[in-house]
């Protein structure tokens, strides 16, 4: 975690060795500036301080003089350190947006999260409200006070326009005893739009919601402009929430020069749409969010074998209730008009089962998406919603006698063909579905009891190979599986991140996503539990029940080692790396076609 955090020394440090000093504000703030960014020419011997005309300049307020002085150091060192004196001295003033401004130009992104903690919460005042904060459901009402107080108020239905703002949920709900529910009916309205037809498409090159086949996202850049945002008041705007309408990551491209990490693939319009998930509007697929990137970059820049997912189990002693509840009837045949009831009565033998997540928060929206798609799969399995063409459920796949009763176990996992890079290593493929099924027959003891065996009969085999065959399908039927497969490219993305030290290439130290005090992702309730997959089909006058496990695995460590990428020897990848000279020059564009 080392590159994240950095180096720096906590502020209470800071703050202790300042203590007992009878010195203006002003010069505090140059004694921690000094400290933690050792600006001062010749710092080791006690340097002479800054430039006299900088401290005039401050104490009079007149701070455009002072950036303008700053600018003109020649060290950049020394240059971010002025530049945060000023910052802070606008801040004390009052003037939050302009010491936000200032600080935008300080170039180093560690020196600017320093800079920035002050800016945003200026001794004596209490932190900022208007950050995102971690709790359990998010501040829709600010939210939408500041947007249509800030973009084009008077096209808002308040102030007699057509525009409309609401909240939207997540494509899962839970409810207050950690019970998951999945959200099947269509979405009526389609709410993040609504901040387009309030503002109209922006005309020229950059329109997020144009449809793009590479769309080009700069995470050091987004980074930068979500920290000054914070810092401002302003949460990330919905552009930013959306990635500019990414719906896939298929290339991770590298800028030493401009110091830039790029993640690239299809993107276009969007809107909320099936489960109120946020999809493209031509495509149907859902786009990568910024809650996802960063929940998932987190975990997976702790450990070179970083790994994340979810399972969902029987209980054990449900499990032995079941077993003496089909021995009772096991010499008998149920009438088919008592088979549904018969079938809720072993229902509730089963109970609910349990679902863990590990490696990820439970309470996040990424976590939610892998328990969700885990979940609807299996539901899928057992005949209980609807599959694809060519996707048979395996109640269905019966034709002969019927095995004996055991635990099926499906579980997703990675289906990456190869991760290729370029010979100079600056641009990165993700090759590949993303995403496939696994399955296993799980032996079922008189007490409950699971036994692995490793071994999946042909049927059980059979379904799991349909699903992962038809995975593109199911994906545009049930965009929740595009939305695991989202989570998993995120994951290859980050570990390719870690196992080639990209970040540390471009000096990038993940001020803002890698520390959850500086951007505070949304959460809810986590889901603990859920109603038991089962189901039952008649086969030769015998009554057959199929009891289901499994979850969810990402473990992209193998991926990504460097001995397994893949280096392309023609210059084909290369030249899918688009060129410095195609971004654009303003300092606050962080996405382009």
């Known amino acids: 975690m080392a590159a994240i955090s950095g180096s720096w020394q906590p502020m209470g440090v800071l703050t202790a060795a300042l203590a007992g000093r009878r010195r203006p504000w002003l010069a505090a703030g140059l004694i921690v500036a000094g400290a933690v960014l050792g600006w001062w020419p010749g710092a080791a011997g006690g340097g002479p301080p800054p430039d006299a005309r900088m401290q005039a300049q401050l104490e009079a307020g007149e701070f455009a003089p002072a950036v303008a002085l700053a600018n003109q150091a020649a060290d950049p060192q020394q240059r971010d350190a002025l530049l945060g004196q000023v910052a802070v001295a606008q801040a004390q003033a009052g003037a939050r947006d302009a010491a936000v401004r200032s600080v935008a130009l300080i170039g180093d992104d560690r020196a600017r999260a320093h800079i920035l903690a002050q800016v945003a919460n200026p001794p004596g005042e209490p932190a900022n409200r208007n950050a995102r904060g971690g709790a359990a459901q998010a501040d829709f009402d600010d939210l939408i006070n500041l947007i249509t107080t800030t973009v084009a108020p008077k096209t808002w239905s308040d102030a007699g326009g057509a525009g409309n703002l609401s909240a939207f949920p997540t494509g899962v709900s839970v409810d207050a005893q950690g019970v998951l529910r999945p959200l099947l009916k269509e979405s009526d309205g389609g709410e993040l739009s609504a901040l387009r037809a309030a503002g109209g498409r922006p005309s020229g090159q950059y329109d997020a919601r144009r449809r793009s086949p590479l769309r080009m996202v700069s995470l050091v ?17 919905e552009t930013m929430q959306v990635l500019a309408g990414l719906q896939r990551i298929q290339y991770v491209f590298v800028y030493p020069d401009s110091a830039d990490l790029v ?24 786009v990568v969010r910024l809650d996802d990137l960063v929940v998932v970059f987190r975990h997976m820049l702790l450990a070179a074998d970083a790994k994340f997912g979810c399972m969902i189990n029987p209980r054990q002693e449900a499990l032995a209730q079941a077993q003496e ?18 079938l809720e009565k072993l229902r509730a033998k089963l109970g609910r089962q349990t679902i863990e997540v590990y490696g ?6 990424a976590a939610r998406v892998l328990v969700e798609a885990d979940y609807r799969m299996k ?21 002969g006698p019927p095995p004996p009763m055991g635990v099926l176990r499906w579980w997703f996992t990675l289906d990456y063909d190869a991760v290729a890079a370029s010979k100079d290593r600056l641009a990165f493929a993700l090759r590949g579905q993303g995403v496939k099924v696994e399955s296993e027959n799980e ?22 190979e349909s699903f992962t065959r038809h995975f593109a399908a199911l994906c545009r039927k049930y965009p929740i599986y595009a939305e695991l497969r989202n989570v998993c490219d995120l994951a290859l993305a980050a570990a ?5 030290r990209l970040a540390d290439r471009i000096g990038w130290h993940l001020t803002c996503f890698g520390d959850p005090q500086g951007y505070p992702v949304e959460i809810g309730e986590a889901p603990k539990q859920v109603e038991t997959v089962v189901n039952c089909r008649v086969v030769s ?15 992209p460590a193998a991926l990504v080692r460097r001995q397994t990428i893949a280096v392309e020897s023609y210059p084909q990848l290369q030249q899918q790396r688009p060129q410095n000279a195609a971004k654009p020059q303003a300092a606050d564009r962080w996405w382009w076609d």
């Open 496 to 500: 390719l991140l870690r196992e080639e």
């Open 379 to 399: 539901l899928v399995g057992m005949g209980l919603e609807e599959g694809v063409p060519g996707v048979v459920s395996y109640l269905n796949l019966i034709k």
């Open 541 to 555: 006058q015998r009554q057959f029940i199929a009891g289901v496990s499994g979850g969810v695995d990402v473990q």
């Open 221 to 237: 850049r987004l980074e930068k402009q979500i920290q000054l945002g914070l810092a401002a008041g302003r949460v990330p705007t």
């Open 263 to 286: 993640l690239a693939g299809p993107a276009g319009d969007w809107t909320t749409g099936a489960e109120q998930l946020v999809v493209g509007v031509e495509s149907g697929l859902p």
């Open 325 to 342: 509840f089909l021995a009772e009837w096991s010499k008998r045949a149920v009438p088919a008009e008592s088979r549904r009831a018969w």
């Open 443 to 464: 032996h079922l003891t008189p007490q409950g009891e699971r036994v692995h065996t490793g071994q999946s009969e042909d049927l059980n085999r059979q379904f799991a």
């Open 360 to 365: 990820l928060d439970p309470r996040t929206r």
